[in-house]
Protein backbone atom coordinates (compact mmCIF):
# COMPACT_ATOMS: atom_id res chain seq x y z
CA UNK A 1 0.00 0.00 0.00
CA UNK A 2 1.18 3.31 -1.14
CA UNK A 3 2.32 5.91 1.88
CA UNK A 4 3.08 9.14 2.35
CA UNK A 5 4.60 10.66 5.58
CA UNK A 6 5.26 14.51 6.70
CA UNK A 7 7.18 15.50 9.24
CA UNK A 8 7.41 17.88 11.20
CA UNK A 9 3.47 18.29 12.09
CA UNK A 10 3.80 21.48 12.44
CA UNK A 11 6.79 24.07 12.45
CA UNK A 12 7.25 27.83 13.64
CA UNK A 13 9.68 30.02 12.38
CA UNK A 14 10.46 33.52 13.02
CA UNK A 15 10.84 35.91 9.51
CA UNK A 16 14.08 34.82 7.80
CA UNK A 17 14.27 31.51 9.59
CA UNK A 18 15.67 28.95 7.04
CA UNK A 19 14.41 25.24 7.43
CA UNK A 20 13.16 22.44 5.81
CA UNK A 21 9.99 20.23 5.70
CA UNK A 22 10.71 16.29 5.47
CA UNK A 23 8.19 14.31 2.82
CA UNK A 24 8.69 10.35 3.01
CA UNK A 25 6.44 8.54 0.69
CA UNK A 26 6.62 4.49 -0.09
CA UNK A 27 4.99 3.95 -3.69
CA UNK A 28 4.94 0.43 -5.93
CA UNK A 29 5.35 3.12 -8.80
CA UNK A 30 6.41 6.70 -8.74
CA UNK A 31 5.06 8.36 -11.62
CA UNK A 32 5.48 12.33 -10.25
CA UNK A 33 6.00 14.14 -6.28
CA UNK A 34 3.60 16.72 -6.13
CA UNK A 35 4.27 19.47 -3.44
CA UNK A 36 0.81 21.78 -2.49
CA UNK A 37 0.58 24.97 -0.68
CA UNK A 38 -3.15 24.84 1.02
CA UNK A 39 -4.06 28.37 2.80
CA UNK A 40 -7.10 28.12 5.36
CA UNK A 41 -10.36 27.61 4.10
CA UNK A 42 -9.42 27.10 0.20
CA UNK A 43 -8.06 24.04 -2.09
CA UNK A 44 -4.44 22.86 -2.59
CA UNK A 45 -2.78 25.08 -4.97
CA UNK A 46 0.02 23.39 -6.95
CA UNK A 47 3.78 24.42 -6.47
CA UNK A 48 6.26 21.37 -8.06
CA UNK A 49 6.13 18.06 -9.47
CA UNK A 50 9.64 16.32 -9.15
CA UNK A 51 9.54 12.82 -11.46
CA UNK A 52 13.32 11.61 -10.51
CA UNK A 53 15.86 10.81 -7.80
CA UNK A 54 17.97 14.02 -7.63
CA UNK A 55 15.88 16.49 -9.53
CA UNK A 56 15.39 19.81 -7.72
CA UNK A 57 13.14 22.91 -8.91
CA UNK A 58 12.92 26.42 -7.33
CA UNK A 59 10.03 29.47 -6.98
CA UNK A 60 10.96 31.97 -4.96
CA UNK A 61 11.94 30.91 -1.42
CA UNK A 62 11.07 27.41 -1.70
CA UNK A 63 12.83 24.51 -3.26
CA UNK A 64 12.15 21.15 -3.65
CA UNK A 65 14.51 18.03 -3.81
CA UNK A 66 13.47 14.25 -4.19
CA UNK A 67 15.53 11.10 -3.27
CA UNK A 68 14.52 7.50 -4.14
CA UNK A 69 12.35 7.47 -0.45
CA UNK A 70 11.90 10.98 0.49
CA UNK A 71 11.74 14.84 -0.95
CA UNK A 72 12.47 17.82 0.77
CA UNK A 73 10.97 21.59 0.72
CA UNK A 74 13.28 23.84 1.37
CA UNK A 75 12.21 27.77 2.36
CA UNK A 76 14.75 30.38 2.82
CA UNK A 77 14.20 33.48 4.40
CA UNK A 78 10.62 33.06 5.05
CA UNK A 79 8.42 35.57 5.34
CA UNK A 80 4.89 35.33 6.99
CA UNK A 81 2.90 35.11 3.79
CA UNK A 82 4.20 31.70 3.60
CA UNK A 83 2.50 30.74 6.55
CA UNK A 84 0.81 27.89 5.17
CA UNK A 85 -0.02 24.06 5.29
CA UNK A 86 2.15 22.38 2.72
CA UNK A 87 0.80 19.05 1.67
CA UNK A 88 3.19 16.14 -0.45
CA UNK A 89 1.61 13.81 -2.53
CA UNK A 90 2.87 11.03 -4.84
CA UNK A 91 1.06 10.02 -8.17
CA UNK A 92 1.43 6.16 -8.35
CA UNK A 93 0.41 3.85 -11.74
CA UNK A 94 -2.68 3.05 -10.72
CA UNK A 95 -3.40 6.81 -11.95
CA UNK A 96 -4.05 8.05 -8.35
CA UNK A 97 -2.69 10.51 -5.58
CA UNK A 98 -2.10 9.47 -2.43
CA UNK A 99 -1.80 12.18 0.10
CA UNK A 100 0.22 13.57 3.41
CA UNK A 101 -1.19 14.75 6.13
CA UNK A 102 0.96 18.12 5.78
CA UNK A 103 3.28 20.21 7.65
CA UNK A 104 1.49 23.35 9.43
CA UNK A 105 4.04 26.25 8.81
CA UNK A 106 3.75 29.41 10.83
CA UNK A 107 6.03 32.63 10.27
CA UNK A 108 6.28 35.03 12.48
CA UNK A 109 7.27 38.23 12.05
CA UNK B 1 -11.67 30.60 -17.08
CA UNK B 2 -13.67 30.14 -13.49
CA UNK B 3 -11.63 26.55 -12.94
CA UNK B 4 -13.05 24.11 -10.27
CA UNK B 5 -16.50 25.43 -8.86
CA UNK B 6 -18.11 23.31 -5.97
CA UNK B 7 -21.33 23.74 -4.28
CA UNK B 8 -22.79 24.39 -2.04
CA UNK B 9 -19.84 26.32 0.27
CA UNK B 10 -21.29 24.48 3.66
CA UNK B 11 -24.16 22.65 4.11
CA UNK B 12 -25.59 20.44 7.35
CA UNK B 13 -27.62 17.50 7.23
CA UNK B 14 -28.96 15.04 9.39
CA UNK B 15 -28.15 11.93 9.59
CA UNK B 16 -30.06 9.56 7.07
CA UNK B 17 -30.56 12.54 4.90
CA UNK B 18 -29.08 12.38 1.38
CA UNK B 19 -27.72 15.23 -1.10
CA UNK B 20 -25.18 16.01 -3.86
CA UNK B 21 -22.10 18.11 -4.16
CA UNK B 22 -21.68 19.44 -7.28
CA UNK B 23 -18.67 20.06 -9.05
CA UNK B 24 -17.58 21.56 -12.40
CA UNK B 25 -14.93 22.36 -14.57
CA UNK B 26 -14.70 24.62 -17.86
CA UNK B 27 -11.14 23.68 -18.65
CA UNK B 28 -11.73 20.34 -20.43
CA UNK B 29 -9.82 18.66 -18.00
CA UNK B 30 -10.54 14.47 -18.87
CA UNK B 31 -9.69 13.37 -15.26
CA UNK B 32 -11.63 14.26 -12.70
CA UNK B 33 -11.56 13.52 -8.30
CA UNK B 34 -13.54 13.53 -5.05
CA UNK B 35 -12.00 13.91 -1.54
CA UNK B 36 -12.23 14.36 1.74
CA UNK B 37 -9.99 16.36 3.69
CA UNK B 38 -10.27 15.61 7.70
CA UNK B 39 -7.86 16.37 10.42
CA UNK B 40 -4.62 14.72 10.84
CA UNK B 41 -5.29 12.55 7.69
CA UNK B 42 -4.49 14.57 4.68
CA UNK B 43 -6.89 14.62 1.75
CA UNK B 44 -8.47 11.04 1.10
CA UNK B 45 -9.42 9.80 -2.33
CA UNK B 46 -12.84 8.87 -2.86
CA UNK B 47 -14.09 8.25 -6.31
CA UNK B 48 -12.39 9.29 -9.50
CA UNK B 49 -13.20 9.45 -13.39
CA UNK B 50 -10.92 9.46 -15.75
CA UNK B 51 -13.27 10.78 -18.67
CA UNK B 52 -17.42 10.88 -19.46
CA UNK B 53 -19.22 7.65 -18.50
CA UNK B 54 -15.64 5.91 -16.84
CA UNK B 55 -15.93 6.41 -12.37
CA UNK B 56 -13.86 4.38 -10.16
CA UNK B 57 -13.45 4.04 -6.70
CA UNK B 58 -11.14 5.26 -4.61
CA UNK B 59 -9.50 4.40 -1.25
CA UNK B 60 -13.12 5.35 0.67
CA UNK B 61 -15.85 5.12 -1.37
CA UNK B 62 -18.12 3.59 0.82
CA UNK B 63 -21.34 5.86 1.27
CA UNK B 64 -20.99 7.79 -1.18
CA UNK B 65 -22.01 7.51 -5.32
CA UNK B 66 -20.59 9.14 -8.67
CA UNK B 67 -21.27 9.80 -11.85
CA UNK B 68 -19.79 11.87 -15.50
CA UNK B 69 -22.16 12.06 -18.26
CA UNK B 70 -20.32 15.19 -19.42
CA UNK B 71 -16.70 16.30 -19.28
CA UNK B 72 -17.97 18.93 -17.17
CA UNK B 73 -19.68 18.07 -14.29
CA UNK B 74 -18.95 15.32 -11.67
CA UNK B 75 -21.47 15.60 -8.76
CA UNK B 76 -20.50 13.75 -5.60
CA UNK B 77 -23.49 11.95 -4.15
CA UNK B 78 -24.32 10.96 -0.66
CA UNK B 79 -27.09 8.07 -0.61
CA UNK B 80 -27.81 8.48 3.45
CA UNK B 81 -25.52 10.76 5.43
CA UNK B 82 -24.11 9.37 8.53
CA UNK B 83 -22.09 11.46 11.74
CA UNK B 84 -18.93 10.15 10.06
CA UNK B 85 -19.27 11.90 6.46
CA UNK B 86 -18.26 15.07 8.55
CA UNK B 87 -15.68 16.58 6.85
CA UNK B 88 -14.32 19.34 3.83
CA UNK B 89 -15.07 17.89 0.25
CA UNK B 90 -12.32 18.78 -2.70
CA UNK B 91 -13.16 18.30 -6.03
CA UNK B 92 -10.16 18.51 -8.07
CA UNK B 93 -9.69 18.21 -11.90
CA UNK B 94 -6.14 17.02 -14.00
CA UNK B 95 -5.89 17.86 -18.07
CA UNK B 96 -5.25 13.99 -18.98
CA UNK B 97 -4.10 11.06 -16.78
CA UNK B 98 -0.54 11.69 -17.73
CA UNK B 99 2.39 11.45 -14.97
CA UNK B 100 3.24 15.00 -15.18
CA UNK B 101 0.19 16.94 -14.83
CA UNK B 102 -1.21 18.31 -11.66
CA UNK B 103 -4.34 18.67 -9.93
CA UNK B 104 -5.99 22.11 -9.66
CA UNK B 105 -8.59 21.85 -6.85
CA UNK B 106 -11.97 23.80 -6.28
CA UNK B 107 -12.60 25.23 -2.82
CA UNK B 108 -14.49 22.71 -1.15
CA UNK B 109 -17.45 22.11 0.45
CA UNK B 110 -17.81 21.50 4.62
CA UNK B 111 -20.40 19.34 5.37
CA UNK B 112 -21.91 19.05 8.83
CA UNK B 113 -23.69 15.99 9.58
CA UNK B 114 -25.58 15.63 12.69
Known amino acids: EDQVTQSPEALRLQEGESSSLNCSYT??????LFWYRQDPGKGPEFLFT???AGEEKEKERLKATLTKKESFLHITAPKPEDSATYLC??????????FGPGTRLSVLP | NAGVTQTPKFQVLKTGQSMTLQCAQD?????MSWYRQDPGMGLRLIHY???????DQGEVPNGYNVSRSTTEDFPLRLLSAAPSQTSVYFC?????????????FGPGTRLLVL
Open chain 2, 49 to 55: SVGAGIT
Open chain 2, 92 to 104: ASTPSTGPGETQY
Open chain 1, 89 to 98: AVYNYGQNFV
Open chain 1, 27 to 32: VSGLRG
Open chain 2, 27 to 31: MNHEY
Open chain 1, 50 to 52: LYS
